[in-house]
């Protein structure tokens, strides 16, 4: 079974950077993904990245500001978030896309204005 460990949220001021990294065990997926939920929001998928060629994808709302990138050797795949913005506030989670039936806690990502 799949394992997902997020980490590096936390606090920022508005124009402020985070970068958020995710441990992935238990089992291998073509394509990894960073998800967000907004309270109130549904949760949707910001970022994407085919593990073997390493394409990537965004969401229209984070294109330009956040990169998201992959190590295989370590399994970890992270995602630098830059110029945010209160709209950001949100958990974010990582997990496979399209998206596996078991969730990590996910980690605090706060943007104050």
């Known amino acids: 079974q799949v394992q997902l460990v997020e980490s590096g949220g936390g606090l920022v001021q508005a124009g402020g950077s985070l970068r958020l990294s995710c441990a992935a065990s238990?089992?291998?997926?073509?394509?990894a993904g960073w998800y967000r939920q907004a309270p109130g929001k549904e949760r949707e998928v910001v970022a994407a990245?085919?593990?073997?060629?390493?394409?990537?994808h965004y969401a229209d709302s984070v294109k330009g500001r956040f990169t998201i990138s992959r190590d295989n050797a370590k399994n970890t795949v992270s995602l630098q978030m830059n110029n945010l913005q209160p709209e950001d506030t949100a958990i974010y989670y990582c997990?496979?896309?399209?998206?596996?039936?078991?969730w990590g806690q996910g980690t605090q990502v706060t943007v104050s204005k």
């Open positions: 997990n496979a896309v399209p998206p596996l039936a078991n």
């Open positions: 238990g089992r291998t997926f073509s394509s």
């Open positions: 990245i085919n593990w073997s060629v390493g394409s990537t």
